[in-house]
């Protein structure tokens, strides 16, 4: 872990290299643009100390709270799962649309307080407003070199009580953990997603390589084996991203590690299972490709943002888009969201949804000082399939100088954007203010058009 620490510090610091911009068109609209979003003042989730002492395994001493994430239901609901590194446990609350927290305390998701759980993700299936998905990494020590394993767990009645957490993984092989290099990688390598007719699907990758996939056909009461679908020890899978739209078909994104020129991953299948399409490259280019978010468009169109450094690994990351029509397996000439628009030193790990007809949101962490780690999330919407988007702005609040630097300390794939068909935005985010204080924030928003 102590190289986890490493491998964050040198992803964030940016290097040195020197950004060469692309020769693609801006799809930015003029600056003056508003966002169309009305964003509610902040809600404070959780809060506790801020002090991370050396890495012990589970018997680190760290006291912060972290890695939250958020689905919506249809109302405006917001569920959100988050770490508090003092229980070393998951917890879970739902918001109404106007900030007020549902449940009378947060629920208790993980329940192991032996073992570290973190970097979830959560979902609503549609048609089930009772019924919660989570699934996460528990650094669970089973016998390999590398600890971790991906755990999951429902709720029938409203998120008020969670069954007993599921392994789906079950291997030494470092499950949830997405390697860069052999020395370097991200923790909280998986994707959860949510089909019709009770379908769930959860993918994770193996620090050695592998990128698997499990699914259940009964609304998450049992899972299939897992499945390899790509990876391998010399090019490992990392950041996975999931979809499914409405005829079923699953769509599958991810990056690769061991590569400076790596470029994104996609496949898909049309029998929910055994057939996967050949993967393809996304975007070909002679940068480095990473952290990809995936989201399928009610009228089939998949859209792809994903980070790149065009001058390789560790150095400065922008925000880039693309998106293929539907049934057609190909993907457009990708353009950047972040790089003409921001002064900001770098950008990466984005979140794009996509749940209205021509109307596509992508959120991204922000840094504007690239010897630090991000603060504040910056957010671009698109009214028009993806075609042209407007000049990116800073989710408001999210970047308060009194509340210190974005969290999520064991690995920045998360997933921090919510949207709804009815127009509804949830963003969550993690602050740590060394020494003081840590908080999770959650921020409202309603599209305007």
Known sequence: MPRLRL??????????????????????????????????PPVQIASGEAYRGPWRMNQSDWRFVDDPTAALGREGTAGVVWTDHVAQDLFFQIYGPDGTPRHSSPVNVSRNPETFSWLPRVAFPTGSPDTVYVLWQEIIFSGGTHGGETLFARSLDGGRSFNEPTNLSQSKAGDGKGRLTKQLWHNGSLDLAVGPEDTVYAAWTEYEGRLLLSHSTDAGAHFSSPLHVAGSTKRPARGPSLDVDSTGTLHLAWAVGEDPSADIQYTHTTDAWNAFSPPQVVAESKGHSDAPSLAVAPSGTVHLAYGESPTGPFQRYHVRYTRSSPRVDSFRESTALSDRAEADAQAHFPTLRAPIQDTVHVLWERYPNRSERPRGLAYTTSTDGGGTFDSPSAVPGS???????????????????????????????????????????LYQGQTNR
């Open 7 to 40: 491998w964050i510090g040198l992803l964030l610091l940016g290097g040195l290299g020197i950004l060469v911009w692309s020769s693609s068109p801006s799809p930015f609209t003029n600056s003056s643009v508003p966002t169309g979003v009305s964003w509610s």
């Open 399 to 441: 970047a308060d100088p009194e509340h210190g630097f974005n969290g999520s300390q064991q690995g920045l794939l998360m997933e921090k954007l919510a949207a709804n068909a009815g127009g509804d935005l949830a963003v969550v985010n993690s602050r740590f203010d060394q020494g003081t204080e840590s908080h999770i924030w």
